[in-house]
């Protein structure tokens, strides 16, 4: 394989491939993203193949611990777009209660009610809807970042829209 013999890199997937994958597998826990760390375990096995030394390892593990760190580095992205996303959600929670209700008395108040009424919502409801509207994420990218089955994270989003407009519409009556 060193020599570019893309017949020898063809037997080393056929040998090995279904063990990157398991390991890719448990650390991640979704099947397309432990797919796309075969892909890359391979290729970076491909291109790097004549910095193999068999006296520090065997092939099996020097392919494992690159397709551990394949997937270690999509957890630690998955992390900080999580982190991200909190920190985003937080700054908007904290710049919509500084509104200045004397500017836009209406806008402050509904903004108010809207965010106490999200803040009362369970968490992974709370949470769909956040990065549906306010990071603009479809449902099917809401269930891939959150790692949950899309019918899970439609549900989660329709109950938490039903709690919102009824919070809202109770509310909305107290206030009239």
Do not use: C
Request: aromatic residues 6%; charged residues 30%.
């Amino acid at each position: 394989m060193a020599n570019g013999d893309e017949a020898a890199l063809a037997v080393l997937y056929d040998r090995w491939m279904q063990a990157v994958y398991s390991l890719a597998m448990h650390l991640l826990r979704d099947a397309d993203e432990a797919e796309d760390v075969v892909e890359e375990t391979f290729w970076q096995a491909w291109q790097r193949a004549a910095t193999f030394d068999a006296t520090r390892g065997t092939v099996r593990s020097w392919l494992l611990m690159i397709g551990r760190s394949r997937a270690l580095d999509r957890l630690r992205a998955r992390q900080r777009q999580r982190d991200e996303i909190v920190k985003d959600s937080d700054q908007l929670l904290s710049v919509a209660a500084d509104s200045d209700p004397l500017l836009d008395a209406e806008g402050a108040e509904r903004r108010t009610l809207v965010l106490q009424a999200l803040q009362e919502l369970p968490d992974d409801q709370r949470r769909a809807l956040e990065l549906a509207y306010f990071r603009g994420l479809s449902q099917t990218e809401v269930a891939e970042f959150l790692g949950e089955p899309l019918g899970t994270i439609k549900t989660r989003m329709r109950l938490g829209m039903q709690k919102l407009r009824n919070k809202l519409f109770t509310l909305r009556e107290e206030t009239a």
